[in-house]
């Protein structure tokens, strides 16, 4: 989003909101009901100042100007008695649209911008990326929505191209701007794959620890959650996309176990497709993980909504049925019965589920408890006799499992040990004075 000055002052950016309910059959960008609330949350994210908001339901919408002809009015008088100088719609719009109406919302004092959802979301994006290759999939992305809308506006992203003895016989400027912007893509998605070799080759070392990914809609608290989990600083604001690169934390259990913990881009409904597919070296780290935290807003006014907008975009990245842990997260926020109406209401479809507040030691803990349940599923506490003179197999046990208590009387160590069944019974096969006392 754009921001322009005055005497050194910044000048905010007053939006009205629009919002079309369209049958389904328009596709995930138009079709469905409009969520102003949220798009209000993402103009604030992107720094403006929300004066108004317009709805309309329609069967489908208007080739020129998607809405329609009355309801532009009541948009025009809308903007004129707030003094917006933005609109912005809760649907994706044609350059075409768009276009219309900016002239349509025209007025002698100010010029009305128009943006769609899309737009609005690749600007925060833009916003808040930090690394380089942040920075790289942002530009990507907008690169690729905005190729489909080119009209004679990218000629001056390629400085050493054009000109005299460039332009090829008969190619129209239109033409000629496709062919830089398509050099451009070509060049941001090699980078972004050197990017992507480099990350897979650093990550290659990680192939044998248990790696756990958060993920959730944005602003869930899944850095809240990382940060009690690891103990560690992590960058926390309470907007949407407050931070777009994935950070990893290692995480120590004991001597012998650990695992990374990652936090990962926030997603949300309608996630722009060319930002899901720029972010895929992100999103690789949830597709590699072990085990997915899904962490939701518990306070939302629809968790349930949270839930299939992550849903649908992990449907792309991972398999069906890989290991995942519900959390329902911000219970802090929720009186009793609202809690109580929560658990009800999700219990039976996540019998697993946790329902906590990152925000006190409890809930962490609930939740690296969950975590430890998986990475040791496939060990078992045996508490197990070695006589004295055998020593040498206590040692084996501190090697290959987690000796929690040494006993000694005059002839026995009794061991209370963890570890891999099939770690065990190889030593039972080998060392017949190894008697088991207990096993859970």
Known sequence: MKKSTDSNQELKQVAVLVGVDLPLRFGNMLGGESDLAELALLAKTAGAKVVGQVHQSRQKPDAAIFIGKGKLEELRGVCAGTGANMVIFDNELSPAQG????EALAHEEEQISVLDRTELILDIFAAHAKTQQAKLQVELAQTQYMLPRLTKLWSHLDR???GIGTRGPGETQLETDRRIVGK???RLKSELKNIAESHKVQTSRRKEQFKVALVGYTNAGKSTLMKAISGSDVFIQDKLFATLDAT???IEIDERHQFLLT????FIK???????ESFHATLQEVADADLLIHVVDASDVSPATQISAVSEVLASIVEEDHPTVMVFNKTDLLDEDARQDVTARFRGDY?????ISALDGKGPAEVRGAIERVLFSGEKIYKLQVPLFRMDIVAVFHRTGSVFEEEHNEKYCTVTVRLPEPELNKLLGKEPEIKILEKS
């Open 270 to 276: 309608r996630l722009p497709h060319n930002l899901v």
């Open 160 to 162: 050493h191209a054009g």
């Open 263 to 266: 936090d990962t881009v926030g």
């Open 248 to 250: 990893t934390r290692r």
């Open 184 to 186: 451009r893509l070509s």
């Open 99 to 102: 276009r219309n109406l900016e």
């Open 351 to 355: 019998p697993e589920a946790l329902f």
